[in-house]
């Protein structure tokens, strides 16, 4: 993701690099064994998405979407 910033009192806009990585895990034999289940997908190579637990009716899915 590319974001452009200014510093106040310079020319330029200065470009920063922002690297994000996503590495999911499969559920160990102990966490299937109590019913627990993935919080985290990948929709494709830029999204991920959290999927809150049964138990948090409240909380809502949330996806967030990097560049390349």
């Given at each position: 993701?590319?974001?452009?910033?200014?510093?106040?009192?310079?020319?330029?806009?200065?470009?920063?690099?922002?690297?994000?990585?996503?590495?999911?895990?499969?559920?160990?034999?102990?966490?299937?064994?109590?019913?627990?289940?993935?919080?985290?997908?990948?929709l494709?190579?830029?999204?991920?998405v959290?999927?809150?637990?049964?138990?948090e009716?409240s909380a809502?899915?949330?996806?967030?979407?990097?560049?390349?």
């Amino acid at each position: 993701m590319m974001m452009a910033s200014r510093t106040p009192g310079t020319p330029r806009a200065k470009k920063e690099k922002i690297v994000v990585l996503v590495c999911l895990r499969p559920l160990s034999k102990r966490e299937e064994l109590a019913k627990e289940q993935v919080s985290w997908d990948c929709l494709g190579d830029n999204t991920i998405v959290y999927k809150p637990p049964p138990h948090e009716r409240s909380a809502q899915s949330t996806s967030f979407t990097f560049d390349n």
